[in-house]
C-alpha cells in the first residue's frame, strides 16, 4: 500500500513544493492548512493530482489534527505550517509556532505516530561569528522569529529524550527561493520587501528601483551575504529526511543550503541576467539583521545524500517565469477542484 504523508502548511510556498516532491516520488499526500485560497489549491491539484488530498484545519486545533492523523493514518508528518520572518509579531510567533508544534505533536502522540519532519530555518543561528555556520552547538537567535523556532528544536529533543520511540528529523533551511519548473507554484507572498521580490517588481515595472539595506556592512562588496536555495532542492531535502528516518537513521538536524554566500548586489545581478533587464538600486541605510550566513552542507551530504543541484542562474529564472506566470492570471488556471474532505 502508498504510504500517506501529512504535509502541514500544504499550500504554503515551501509546502506546496514538498507536497509536489512527495507526489512525484509516488506518495499520498494529505495536505493541512487553514489558510488555503482556491487557486492555490488548485494549482496543487494540477500537479500532485489524485495523490492529494486535502484537509482545511489548523494545526493548533488539536481535536480536528487528531481527527485527521485517525481517519487518514499517515505514516509520517511534515511539519511546515510555521510562520516566516518578517510575517508576525513576538506573540504570533509563539502562538503559531510553539503552541502549533505542541498541539501537533499531543495530537500524534494520541494517533500512536511518532515520526516528523521539521522545517526549521537558518534563523536559529542568528549572527554567526564564523562561517559556514555548522550543526552543532547551541541556537543564538536573535529575534523572536528564530527563538521560537529553537525552542521548537529543543522541544523536539527533549521528547526524544523522555520517549526514543520519537523520531525527528529537523532541516534548517536556508533562503528557498526560486519555483517549481511549471510556474504554477512561487513565492507571490504580498508584501514582500526583500530584495529578491523587489528586484522581480522593478523587472515588471511595479517599483522604480530596488532598495538595498546598507552598502557598509563587513562583506566583500559591502551588501548582506546570504545562502540562496532553489525551492526545488529544499523540497527533495525533505524527502531524502522522509526516507532516511525510514530506514533506520536516528533523529538528526541538518543545513539545507548551497553552501555559498551570495552578496545582495549579486543577487540583483543574477536576476538582471534572468530577467534581461536593468535593475536600478539604492544603497540606503542599514536595516536590522546580520551582515553575512551561510552553510556548512556536508552533514546533509553525508546523512542525506543531499545536495543542492541548482544554482542561483536558474534560481532567479525559474522565480522570474513564476512572477510572470502569475500576473498573467493563471491562479484562474482551469483544473479539477481540489479534492478535499469536510
Known sequence: MTARILVTGVAGYLGAHVAVALAQAGFDVIGLDSTADRHALTRLQHLCGERLVFERADVRDGARVLEVLSRHRPAAVMHLALLAAGRGTPLAYYDVNVHGLTTLLGAMAAAGLRTLVLASSSAVYGAPVVTPVVERGVP???DAHGRTLATCEHLLSDLRAADNRWRFGVLRVFEAAGAHDSGLIGD????????????????????????????????RDGTRVRDWVHVLDVADGFLRALEALARGTGSFTVNLGRGEGVSELQLVAALERATRRP??????????????????VRRAQTLLGWSARHGLDRICCDAWRARRLN???????????PKAVP
Open 140 to 142: 543564538v537567535a536573535i
Open 188 to 219: 507571490f507572498a504580498p508584501g514582500d520587501s526583500g530584495v529578491l521580490a523587489q528586484a522581480l517588481d522593478v523587472a515588471a515595472g511595479l517599483r522604480p528601483r530596488v532598495e538595498v539595506p546598507g552598502g557598509d556592512w563587513p562583506t
Open 279 to 296: 535593475l536600478p538600486f539604492h544603497l540606503g541605510g542599514r536595516s536590522g539583521g546580520i551582515a553575512e550566513i551561510f552553510a556548512d
Open 327 to 337: 500576473r498573467r492570471g493563471l491562479g484562474e488556471l482551469a483544473a479539477p477542484s
